[in-house]
């Protein structure tokens, strides 16, 4: 067998392909929408993935206001923030937070699922969540996927 027949093909910069991908949020639950757009945005559904380089889409997201929490969580959930000063911790609830401001909590699900460190600063850049259907990426053309029909 001729083992220099197979190479490892490792992608970079000028060679990755980009594609823009519009996400449905409605009726999608939390964690399993974000686990499926960290993994587009990480570009791990794709053949020439490389851990070191962003070869990953660029991901829209609409309907972000829509989206469901399963059990208790809507009232059970914190979301907690510190100032750094003493006696500076402030929490909300999921149900709290949607109110005020409800991209936050798609953005806090995916960004918690990329790897910290500059590479996951810079994949988060391809994340555009909106509320409502009217998005500011018309332009892209991006394609609608059914996160469903994934696997």
């Known amino acids: 067998m001729n083992t220099l027949s197979y190479k490892t093909v490792s992608a970079n910069k000028n060679t990755v392909t980009k594609e823009w991908v519009l996400v449905n949020a409605e009726n999608q639950v939390l964690g399993r929408l974000a686990s499926e757009v960290a993994k587009m945005l990480r570009?791990?559904?794709?053949?020439n993935f490389?851990?070191?380089?962003?070869?990953?889409d660029?991901?829209?997201?609409?309907?972000a206001e829509k989206?469901?929490?399963?059990?208790?969580?809507?009232d059970a959930k914190q979301y907690i923030r510190h100032s750094g000063y003493p006696g500076g911790q402030s929490s909300l609830?999921?149900?709290?937070?949607?109110?005020?401001?409800?991209?936050?909590m798609v953005e806090k699900a995916v960004k918690g699922m990329l790897p910290k460190n500059?590479?996951?600063a810079e994949l988060f850049r391809?994340?555009?969540?909106y509320e409502g259907e009217e998005h500011d990426q018309k332009a892209q053309k991006p394609k609608e996927i059914k996160l469903n029909t994934i696997r």
């Open 58 to 63: 660029n991901v829209v997201i609409i309907n």
């Open 118 to 120: 500059k590479l996951g």
């Open 93 to 104: 609830t999921a149900k709290e937070l949607m109110d005020r401001k409800p991209t936050a």
């Open 126 to 129: 391809n994340l555009y969540v």
């Open 67 to 74: 989206i469901r929490l399963t059990g208790k969580k809507w």
């Open 50 to 56: 490389t851990p070191h380089v962003d070869c990953g």
């Open 43 to 47: 570009g791990k559904h794709k053949p």
